[in-house]
């Protein structure tokens, strides 16, 4: 589905993303781990052509995204949907505006800007807010809501696209543990019920064990581990997250328990306790 050959983004004299390459061949979840600065961002925000690769191919389909140019490449950002760390949504627009900005790029300018949306992108909304829990809100400014209900309104947003996946940078990093869960929780039903790719930074190594279905390690721009979480024993987080021998899993821990079983019990896989050496 999605190849990744040698990508690579220099910034001045720093490589970010260090010939990369992977393959996503079936709809995953995969998360990407690593300390910050190791180029996660990076690489999510390349797939979306919000930061121009410097040399690579990415392949969608065997379709070279990287070199779309116009209407073919907005096209393609709204094919892979964004959410972001700090939710972006506009805080003083309600609810259901911001979800149908989600069309935007399929618009007109003058629609666009006046705001003019159809019947049935209306009930699309309201839809996508209903399975995130939270159509409720829907007439409410988005800056009213809690961190986590505003997360759950940039997924409906990013569900209005009809994406092919869904890139999520640090979904979690600003909520509680309580509204993590739901989140997570929600991008996990998409991949399952949609099934879609979902790629999806993450700082915290037992929350991408605890939804991925394949994790990648990132560390100074490299992919230095590619596999499934009961592949990712303590030796394989300590190359990760550059650890010493004080590394402790905990440390890199938001506490949430996803409530998933049957992924974790493979021996040889690090407990938080095992962690702590
Ligand atoms: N716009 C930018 N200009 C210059 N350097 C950048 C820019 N964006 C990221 N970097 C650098 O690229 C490296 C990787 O950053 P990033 O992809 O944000 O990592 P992560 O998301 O894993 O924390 C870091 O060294 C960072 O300082
Ligand atoms: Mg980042």
Redesign the pocket.
Known sequence: MIQFQEVTKIFGSRTAVNKVGFNIDQPQMVGIIGR???G???L?RMINRLTPATSGRILFENQDILSLKGGMMRRWQRDCAMVF?QFNLVPRLDVATNVMLGRLNGHGTFKSLFNIFSASEVNDALAALDRLGIVQEATKRAEELSGGQQQRVAIARALMQNPHMILA??PIASLDPMNAKIVMDALREIHERDNKIVIC?L?TLDTARSYCDRIIGMRDGFIVFDGKPEELTTAAAREIYGADENFNEAATSTAIDAGRSGTQESAGVMTPAAAAV
Do not use: C, F, Y
């Open positions: 910050s600065g190791a996660k961002s990076t999510l760390q940078d640090e930074n700082h």
